[in-house]
């Protein structure tokens, strides 16, 4: 997949979620805080965080079986280092290693040059 797409899930769209790119075991994914998105102080809510890298990661793991969904979050661990109050979010996930029933894969998101979160999930392979 090489120009920016929706993913499939409506879900994934009342984000507003944009894939920018996922080939070879990487992604990139692309979100804009807006109100929706919000948590009662005004700033980006984590669960709409922690699916845009979820999100990243998964297609940084589909991405190796031709962009065919064939695995599933099993754990994830999020580091949320800094709050987002507006603008774009650019989320990089990567695949560490990928065994025959399971996957591990990092990613980090970026506002501009700031680190907003780091994280690291296992993937299994269906």
């Known amino acids: 997949m090489s120009e920016s797409t929706n993913p499939g899930s409506a879900f994934s769209r009342l984000l507003g979620l944009e894939v920018v790119s996922a080939a070879e075991g990487r992604a990139e994914v692309h979100m804009k805080m807006h109100e929706g998105l919000g948590n009662v102080h005004g700033k980006l809510h984590g669960g709409a965080l922690f699916s845009l890298i979820d999100t990243a990661m998964g297609q940084a793991c589909h991405s ?17 280092i800094r709050p987002v109050s507006a603008g774009e979010l650019v989320c990089r996930a990567w695949v560490l290693h990928a065994g025959k029933r399971t996957l591990v894969v990092e990613a980090d998101t970026y506002q501009g040059e700031k680190l907003v979160a780091k994280a690291q999930a296992t993937f299994a392979q269906v």
């Not at 599933?72 to 949320?80: A, C, D, F, H, W």
């Open 64 to 80: 190796l079986s031709g962009g065919v969904a064939q695995s599933v979050t099993l754990e994830s661990k999020i580091n949320y």
